[in-house]
């Protein structure tokens, strides 16, 4: 069971390079997420997906873009980066089918660990 | 705007002592109220949840009342143990647009000592 998977686990970029992180879900899931995790405050939403070809963006979308180009994959890419970009990314999955509810039950990668000098 | 109030941590207890985390929300309407749960290294999973009022979620020896008259959602354990040492994130799923959206509390760090 695959599940939520992301790559690159650890990265350490250079301020003015570029990456981009992969998130894949094997679970046919329509919603996808996009969340950064700083210490003291919690997981703040970076972007979103609710189906392939679709985004929006979420609480901290500054520095950011992302695609959805296939259902299973959502990619989060940082053009230009930051060290206030240094962080834990976590990538989320959740479902439409079924009651209402069933969209807010997340399932988590395991988090690309990102420090930017 | 909708957000979760989470008691700061960390938390240190020993085994077999009562675990409680304080939560507060506020939203409009009626949210949907959830606590997820992350151990060392991995990301986070739903622990329980509840949907309306007076709802208790449970799971693994963790209860969570909805409280709608103190807008509270707090996390219980009668007897911890040294595996259950993570981070706890209370979270709700706003009633009105964006439902497919949680907004997270900032987390609690849980340690257990034997």
């Known amino acids: 069971n695959a599940g939520v998977t992301q790559t690159p686990k650890f990265r350490v970029l250079k301020t003015g390079q570029s990456m981009t992180l992969l998130c894949a879900q094997d679970?046919?899931?329509?919603?996808m997420y996009w969340y950064r995790q700083d210490p003291g405050m919690g997981l703040r939403l970076i972007h979103y997906?609710?189906?392939?070809?679709?985004?929006a963006k979420g609480e901290v979308p500054d520095g950011y873009n992302v695609s959805r180009l296939k259902k299973q994959n959502f990619l989060l890419g940082l053009e230009s980066a930051a060290p206030s970009q240094t962080s834990v990314y976590f990538c989320?999955?959740?479902?439409?089918?079924?009651?209402?509810?069933?969209?807010?039950?997340?399932?988590f990668g395991a988090g690309t660990r990102l420090s930017v000098l | 705007g909708d957000s979760v109030t989470q008691m700061e941590g960390p938390v240190t207890l020993s085994e077999e002592a009562f675990l409680t985390i304080n939560c507060t929300y506020t939203?409009?309407?009626?949210?949907?109220l959830f606590w997820y749960v992350q151990y060392p290294g991995e990301g986070l999973q739903l622990l329980l949840k509840?949907?309306?009022?007076?709802d208790k979620g449970s799971n693994k020896g963790f209860e969570a009342t909805y409280r709608k008259e103190t807008t509270s959602f707090h996390l219980e354990k009668g007897s911890v143990q040294v595996s259950d040492s993570a981070v706890y994130f209370c979270?709700?799923?706003?009633?009105?647009?964006?439902?497919?959206?949680?907004?997270f509390g900032k987390g609690t760090k849980l340690t257990v000592n034997p």
């Open positions: 509840a949907t309306k009022a007076d």
């Open positions: 939203a409009t309407g009626y949210p949907s």
């Open positions: 997906s609710v189906g392939e070809g679709t985004t």
């Open positions: 979270a709700l799923s706003p009633t009105q647009g964006g439902s497919e959206k949680l907004v």
């Open positions: 989320a999955s959740s479902y439409t089918s079924g009651t209402p509810l069933a969209k807010n039950i997340q399932y």
């Open positions: 679970m046919n899931h329509e919603y």
